[in-house]
Structure formats: C-alpha cells, structure tokens
Nanobody
Framework: QVQLVESGGGLVQAGGSLRLSCAAS????????MGWFRQPPGKEREFVAR????????YYTDSVKGRFTISRDNAKNTVYLQMNSLMPEDTAVYYC??????????????????WGQGTQVTVSS
C-alpha cells in the first residue's frame, strides 16, 4: 500500500511559478517510479511527467518540456514538480501517482496504481 498527499497548488499569474510536492508513505519510496498527471476542467486526465525510481530518468509531455521539472528526494519520500512560465492552459487539478507494478503504459493513468487526492493549480491571464 502507498499513500500519497499533494501540496503546493494555488492561484498564480501567467508567467509565474509554482512547486508541487507529493509526500509518499507506506511501501519503500525508492522502489517505484512516480508520475504527475493533470485534469483540466471538462477534460480527461492527462500525463505530465514521470521519474524513475532513482531519479536518473525523466520524461515529459511535449507541452511542458522546458518549463516543468520533475524531481524526487528518496530520503524525504517526496516527489516534486517545479512549474515555471505557467500559462492559463496549465490550469488543472494536478495528481501525483505511483507505479508500483511495472508493465503498464507509463503515459496513461492505468499505468499507475496509487493516486493522491489532487491539488488545484489555477493560472490567470
């Protein structure tokens, strides 16, 4: 079992920055990959970024490349999403997710088996 709790969301103006955090508990944090997803208003949940167990490999959806950075601190059982140059289209509920069972597609929600409750990010124009 893994429990995930996100924090750090809020309201920011376009061009601003936010850092999301996701604190994990339960299973050994360094034993599984982590991802961030988001769900814009009225839309499907979509992949944002993924980081490997050690943090040595990362992957991003094209729309956030160069603006967002995923990282993790295995000593603190925490994964982060640093979001810079935010745009109104980044407005969404952001979720962190744990992939404890390799084999699923890491770009889709079904590839992850534990989820946080979500944190709202609103970017005003």
């Amino acid at each position: 079992q893994v429990q995930l709790v996100e924090s750090g969301g809020g309201l920011v103006q376009a061009g601003g920055s936010l850092r999301l955090s996701c604190a994990a508990s339960g299973r050994t944090f360094s034993s599984y990959a982590m991802g961030w997803f988001r769900q814009p208003p009225g839309k499907e949940r979509e992949f944002v970024a993924r980081i490997s167990r050690s943090g040595g490999n990362t992957y991003y959806t094209d729309s956030v490349k160069g603006r967002f950075t995923i990282s993790r601190d295995n000593a603190k059982n925490t994964v982060y999403l640093q979001m810079n140059s935010l745009m109104p289209e980044d407005t969404a509920v952001y979720y962190c997710a744990a992939d404890t069972k390799p084999g699923g597609n890491p770009l889709y929600a079904h590839g992850y088996d534990y989820w946080g409750q979500g944190t709202q990010v609103t970017v005003s124009s």
